[in-house]
């Protein structure tokens, strides 16, 4: 399943599969990250290290 | 001309047409964010048409709280109190990407949510589109 994630400019980040889009708010400008991954949404953690994401399961 | 009675054979040349060959339904669709309280989310879901052909999209969308499971339900779930959040929508539109030609449409739907005072929780949607068409389109 293709996922996005998307890095909000608050530093939050939420992830979505295709066709679906996420904003936190007016002035939020999320950078899109596509990645793919079989996890099911609701098990999935991501992470920010650095300037990498840490694709994880709950 | 005579109306054909419900109790008249219908003629040969009248068929049954099968709906099921243009009814058509998307992959299910998900997303999660982590709301604290006072922070907001907006979702866009969308589905837009293959070229040529038209397309009538019915999109179905609920909000779990924590995890999906029933009780968690938002609105409705014995474990949610709706009085810790804010809703907005979801709203059902469309926008017009190529206004020469084949005019060709993405539908859409927005639903904003609020975390008045939930505490810091993690927020699931659950998405799904119906539609009809003659050939079958794609989520954009």
Redesign the interface.
Known sequence: MKLTAFLHTDG?I????????????TNDKPEEIEIENSIP??K?QIKKKGKKLEITSK | MRRISQRDLLPIAVKSRNLANFNFGSEEGSAQVTLANTEQVIITSSISQDQKYEIFGNNYIAVYIGSIAPENELPGGSAVDESQWQVIGPFFSHSSWNSSGFARYLEYSKLYIRNISAGSQLVIFKNKWRYLSPRESSTA
């Not at chain 1, 939420?14 to 708010?25: C, P, Q, Y």
């Open positions: 939050n939420s992830v979505a599969t295709e066709g679906i889009k996420i904003s936190r708010g949404i609701d999935i």
